[in-house]
């Protein structure tokens, strides 16, 4: 394939040239022959790459379903994520190994790959559970971690701990050697947060979300994430964060914030009554809620939240990088860049952002 006239997202900026590419990239400039897909000065970025999805379209990870997950992975990829997590909620054993089966046996069509799994739940704090049920919740456990990760196939690419519970240390330095680990849900202070990074931890489950708030006497979990150099999820649905904390997050943390969708199984679909992690979850005018008036995960596609994100005051290549690259390298994911011999996952979209064209692998959908 041979596209002309784009302008291509190449290390955090906008080039304009033609990109050629079978199943790879092959060559990006300025290249002989005749265009088979004219850009006409769209932009080309890499495929997105969503670390933390729990569902849409009515499926949701933590069901355990294959068929969910084969519908999931075709819905991402009609909305420009090439590249996902498999993200649960705060569940049980037994029915985490269910959706560790299900990713394990996952055989892709042509929709978005699945780069492995997240594990949110099931080690929260209760106070910071959020929407996350509180009868689920375990206390860190490494030898739990373990076996869930072996039951997925190694595929854990991510999981989440409240440092401030008991065994929550030892926990963070056994799975930072298999994976990255995030701080979130949690009550922690900025002391108790700085030692989890010292201890591995490298990341933040959605910043601002379920959390102490930045304080000029409490840092918290932000001031220490910041100080350590962490990089940080951010839901950019406008219910989540505020706008103006959207760009003073970005400023804080720079090429370290990952934007993510967070979505659920309401997402892509009309307002009405769900669940999530067994909790009954209702969603109006597109905010989705637990009973008690609890906001829960949202309802937008990573691409939609890349558009309010730049909506809000974000510079495209900022929000175009924290949506690829970014939680790509956060989580160890081979994907997020347009570069040659690296997997032509690409989106082309016009100067509104939408969307004109996936690839996956050099296939167009």
Request: proline share 4%; charged share 20%; with cysteine.
């Amino acid at each position: 394939m041979l596209i002309k006239n784009a302008d291509i997202f190449i290390d955090r900026s906008f080039v304009r040239g033609d990109i050629s590419f079978t199943d790879k990239v092959t060559a990006v400039g300025s290249l002989p022959g005749e265009a088979e897909l004219d850009a006409g000065g769209g932009y080309l970025i890499p495929g997105l790459v969503d670390i933390h999805t729990h569902g849409a379209v009515g499926e949701d990870f933590s069901d355990g379903r294959p068929e969910g997950l084969e519908r999931l992975s075709n819905f991402y990829a009609s909305n420009g994520v090439t590249s996902f997590l498999a993200t649960t909620m705060t569940l049980r054993e037994p029915e985490l190994n269910a959706a560790m089966d299900a990713v394990r046996g996952f055989k892709r069509g042509a929709g978005a790959k699945c780069a492995g799994v997240n594990l949110e739940g099931p080690f929260v704090s209760f106070k910071k559970r959020g929407a996350q049920n509180g009868e689920n919740i375990h206390r860190p456990d490494i030898d739990m971690f373990k076996r869930l990760n072996d039951r997925s196939g190694g595929a854990v690419r991510l999981v989440t701990v409240a440092c401030e519970e008991p065994g929550a240390m030892d926990l963070i330095r056994g799975a930072s050697k298999i994976c990255a680990v995030s701080i979130g849900h949690s009550d922690a202070g900025y002391d108790t947060a700085l030692r989890a990074f010292e201890a591995g931890a490298t990341h933040v489950t959605h910043l601002f979300n379920a959390m102490p708030p930045l304080h000029h006497r409490s840092p918290g979990i932000i001031g220490a994430a910041m100080d350590a150099g962490a990089t940080a999820e951010l839901i950019c649905d406008g219910l989540h964060v505020h706008p103006s904390a959207v760009r003073a997050a970005f400023r804080l943390f720079g090429e370290g914030i990952n934007l993510i969708s967070d979505s659920l199984r309401c997402a892509g679909m009309p307002d009405g009554d769900y669940t999530l992690g067994g909790l009954a979850v209702k969603m109006t005018s597109g905010r989705a809620t637990l009973a008690d008036g609890t906001i829960a995960g949202s309802a937008i596609s990573l691409m939609e939240g890349l558009r309010r994100a730049v909506s809000f005051g974000v510079p495209l290549e900022a929000a175009v990088y924290a949506a690829s690259a970014a939680p790509a390298k956060a989580a160890g994911i081979d994907a997020g860049v347009i570069e040659v011999g690296r997997s032509a996952d690409l989106v082309l979209l016009d100067d509104k952002l939408n969307i004109k064209a996936v690839f996956i692998d050099g296939k167009r959908l």
